[in-house]
């Protein structure tokens, strides 16, 4: 095998249509544009635009409302934690938080915190200090005589 026989999978490459180049060639003259108008003429930006018709985009009602200094969490699950911990990535005598979790691959980055949800169950007692929890993955740690610490203190409802 030489740099001079490589050569693609065949049908893996397909050629592109070569347009405006004679009638023989099957995409000649208008180059398979039609006759005339916006649409025919390059440069054209004309997405969503219904000649002057209010567009279906601005028509239709609007719902909800996006937050724009929301918070954005990581989170991982109880189950996550106990395999972890299974495969010895993290040590259960010592205190989990959120460096420990990104250590052992849980969590890609903390982002704005790291939220622990309730799946899976806990096999031994765990110290765990996060940003947030459910309310599922704390009953389940104290459950087995663990704790738990927020960082971040917990939202109050509204009356």
Do not use: C
């Amino acid at each position: 095998m030489r740099l001079n026989e490589l050569s693609d999978n065949p049908g893996a490459v397909k050629k592109r249509m070569r347009v405006g180049r004679g009638y023989g060639s099957g995409k000649g003259k208008t180059a398979g544009r039609g006759v005339k108008g916006q649409k025919s003429r390059r440069g054209v930006s004309i997405h969503g635009f219904e000649g002057g018709q209010m567009p279906i985009h601005m028509r239709i009602p609007k719902r909800g409302f996006n937050k724009p200094n929301a918070l954005d969490f990581a989170w991982t699950n109880l189950d996550r934690i106990a395999q972890a911990i299974a495969t010895g990535r993290l040590d259960p005598a010592q205190e989990i938080n959120e460096d420990s979790l990104v250590a052992a691959g849980l969590i890609r980055r903390k982002r704005d915190g790291v939220r622990l949800l309730g799946r899976g169950a806990v096999e031994q007692k765990l110290t765990i200090v996060v940003s947030g929890a459910s309310s599922g993955a704390i009953a389940a740690i104290e459950a087995k005589g663990g704790s738990i610490t927020l960082t971040r203190p917990a939202a109050v409802a509204a009356d």
